[in-house]
């Protein structure tokens, strides 16, 4: 018995226990804009410090720290030493390059990582732990507000979903389908992925009025006018643009059963037989054993929206069949991401 004991790493557990230190390195590092300012040069500690207004005595340990995350790569020893970032780094954490995630680690830092704090409060209650907790608006109300900070938000969510949208616009098979409609399009970047990649379709991204100009904007950019069209409305009041394909990044883990079973009943009605809805999302594996993240993620939701969760691939199954579709599959994306698959 003894023995087996020995055998028992507690590493794991202190590793999990003690995350929260790194976590919070990584994001404060983004927040403070580390990895834009190094962008492709090379800074001694004390150079970096200055340009960031940091205190002499945090700087080694904070930035040796990253070099040990394997998050900025170091030449030479001591003060002399020079600090740069790594090939990952550079790609997808300096805000000049198009594969910036950055925005998602910033609203991280700024808003979920003190209202994680609240998950026993959350987990007791039901209740959010967002702002709406302290008299403030909701999030969504209040992102939609202020033009400035909806395209912010929708900035920090590109990043982390151009990832599987990609994923879906290479392992999909649109060729049965001549139409698609994004609902809760954002920025438009789902139908500039499968745009980019599927000549034949054409694209309308759906969301709220306020965000139809943000959307334009991103269209224009990628020179897509001509095949993705911009439509407005609210998916809980108005009915959805008719297409073959009807996807839903991201989207309909932010809702309660009720409305998510309104949002799959409304994309039912929108399609012709033969259509399909498409959910992306991080897709809890069906035994609920594997995908940490999507459980992660669904907590997230409580603590966000209180009754909003995440679900699995039979959950989305069971709720499709009952809408009227016949015919399901789960295609894997990128990382903990799934596309959920019905078929009308």
Not at 165 to 183: G, I
Not at 198 to 205: A, D, G, N, R, V
């Amino acid at each position: 018995m003894h023995d087996a004991n020995l055998q028992l790493d507690p590493a794991p557990i202190l590793q999990t226990a003690f995350a929260f230190w790194s976590s919070k390195v990584l994001l404060t590092a983004v927040s403070f804009g580390v990895f834009t300012k190094l962008g492709n040069r090379q800074f001694t500690g004390a150079e970096l410090g200055a340009e960031l207004g940091l205190h002499p005595r945090g700087i080694g340990d904070f930035f040796d720290a990253l070099v040990a995350m394997k998050f900025l790569d170091r030449q030479g020893d001591g003060p002399e030493a020079k600090y740069s970032n790594t090939p990952a780094s550079a790609l997808y954490l300096d805000s000049g390059s198009p594969r910036y995630v950055g925005g998602i680690l910033v609203m991280l830092n700024e808003r979920l990582f003190k209202f994680w704090n609240d998950l026993p409060e959350a987990l007791r209650t039901g209740r959010p732990q967002n702002e709406a907790k302290h008299g403030q608006k909701g999030m969504f109300e209040e992102l939609y507000e202020e033009l400035p900070r909806l395209e912010q938000f929708m900035g920090a969510m590109t990043g982390l979903s151009r990832i599987n949208f990609e994923a879906f616009a290479m392992r999909f098979d649109f060729s049965p389908f001549k139409t698609m409609c994004d609902v809760g399009g954002a920025t438009g970047l789902l139908s500039i992925e499968v745009a980019r990649k599927h000549p034949h379709l054409q694209c309308i991204s759906f969301d709220l009025p306020p965000v139809e100009p943000i959307a334009r904007k991103h269209i224009a950019a990628a020179g897509l006018n001509d095949r993705i069209t911009t439509a407005s409305g609210d998916f809980f009041k108005d009915a959805l643009p008719k297409a073959d394909l009807i996807t839903m990044g991201m989207i309909l883990h932010d809702w309660n059963l009720e409305k998510k079973m309104h949002l799959i009943r409304a994309a039912y009605d929108a399609l012709p037989p033969g259509g399909a809805l498409v959910a992306i999302e991080a897709l809890i594996d069906d035994a609920r054993r594997e995908n940490v993240f999507g459980l992660l993620m669904s907590l997230n939701m409580l603590i966000e929206f209180g009754e909003a969760f995440d679900y699995s691939g039979v959950d989305f199954r069971k709720w499709c069949q009952e809408v009227g579709f016949r015919r399901f599959e789960v295609i894997h994306l990128a990382g903990p991401s799934s596309a959920a698959v019905a078929y009308k």
